[in-house]
């Protein structure tokens, strides 16, 4: 549905209601714990990624979730997810390039030895790159070694995009699933890319008797739709038209079960373009220092690849050739 008011907090556009939290770790954490709460099969994923596995949902009725709890001693607590007699898990939330220090862990280990469960888990969830922290907190003290676990934000998105487009859980909690995924993807930007570039083929026919080509609507309004690729999330997308490709055009959002007539409104009249798809819309094209062509026998096929390969190759075809070397090496 589209929206014809835009809500702002702060000078800030707000997409979801998470958004009127803010975007600070605070916010995060707070998002985080209420959609667990309205998602167990959320939580049930999470709580598998981080090592404590073996909880069915209906367990889960039965356990608490803390936000911002403070104990003298133990410090004040992101979230702690706690199911008696079987696990206690603290999570300790980070943005940017801050990672907990071994000080913050340390307290958190008084509040796990507290509960005393069997299975006790400190879950840095965090955006730096950085792993090194892990191993470093270990060894200093040997309690981490097996309870400090790294998680990185934008793991979540590609679980959020799956729930919310499968059938496993109910509209309310997908709802709130939707929300939670808006506001890391579009308020705090927290962004998960699954490929740095999309190569695309576009077709310049109309797609109606008089209509718009594809290439008219790529140009015009700047998105691409799909209904069968939703979990592709590239950083560009790079679209070749007459068998040539020019240009490159940074990903700014991508859109879940919307259908294409909704933000096409020359499609309206047509009745498989108002059926749920995938959108991504883009920016401005960025000009690519050299055209490429795409070279023999490749037809509509789609390519993922890396971005420096569209400097360096000469043809789309060796591009589709040299990333299958890369991705051959990688799996060795």
């Known amino acids: 549905m589209n929206r014809s008011l835009t809500l702002y907090a702060h000078n800030r556009v707000v997409n979801s209601p998470f958004g009127l939290l803010g975007t600070d770790e605070n916010a995060l954490s707070f998002a985080l714990g209420y959609t667990f709460q309205q998602c167990l099969p959320l939580l049930q994923w999470f709580l598998r990624e981080v090592g404590i596995e073996?909880?069915?949902k209906s367990s889960l009725h039965?356990?608490?979730?803390?936000?911002?709890?403070?104990?003298?001693?133990?410090?004040?607590?992101?979230v702690?997810?706690?199911?008696?007699?079987?696990?206690?898990?603290?999570?300790?939330?980070?943005?940017g390039l801050a990672v907990p220090t071994i000080e913050q862990c340390r307290k958190y280990l008084l509040r796990l030895r507290s509960t005393n469960e069997p299975i006790q888990k400190l879950v840095a969830v965090v955006q730096s790159p950085d792993k090194t922290f892990v191993?470093?907190?270990?060894?200093?003290?040997?309690?981490?070694?097996?309870?400090?676990?790294?998680?990185?934000w934008p793991r979540l998105i590609p679980e959020c995009v799956r729930l919310m487009l499968g059938n496993s859980i109910?509209?309310?909690?997908?709802e709130w699933v939707r929300c939670f995924y808006n506001f890391l993807d579009m308020e705090y930007g927290m962004k998960a890319f699954t490929t740095e570039v999309w190569i695309l083929a576009i077709s310049t026919e109309p797609i109606w008797p008089g209509g718009m080509s594809h290439w008219d609507i790529h140009q015009k309004y700047r998105v691409w739709w799909?209904?069968?690729?939703?979990?592709?999330?590239?950083?560009?997308?790079a679209l070749r038209v007459h068998g040539e490709l020019d240009s490159i055009y940074r990903v700014n959002r991508v859109e879940h079960s919307v259908p294409i007539s909704d933000r096409v409104p020359e499609m309206r009249r047509i009745k498989w373009a108002k059926a749920p798809a995938t959108i991504w819309?883009?920016?401005?094209?960025v000009p690519l220092a050299k055209p490429l062509p795409t070279g023999p026998g490749m037809f509509n096929r789609r390519i993922r690849c890396d971005l420096d390969l569209l400097l360096t190759c000469s043809s789309v075809q060796e591009i589709e050739?040299?990333?299958?070397?890369?991705r051959q090496f990688r799996e060795e």
């Open 54 to 56: 073996g909880v069915h």
């Open 62 to 78: 039965n356990a608490r979730i803390d936000l911002q709890r403070g104990a003298t001693g133990q410090g004040i607590t992101d």
């Open 80 to 95: 702690e997810i706690h199911l008696p007699g079987v696990f206690h898990a603290i999570v300790e939330a980070k943005v």
């Open 135 to 152: 191993k470093d907190h270990a060894q200093h003290d040997k309690q981490l070694s097996k309870r400090l676990v790294r998680f990185i």
């Open 170 to 174: 109910s509209p309310e909690a997908k």
């Open 226 to 237: 799909a209904y069968n690729e939703h979990t592709v999330r590239p950083l560009y997308i």
């Open 281 to 285: 819309h883009f920016g401005p094209p």
């Open 321 to 326: 050739i040299e990333m299958g070397k890369r």
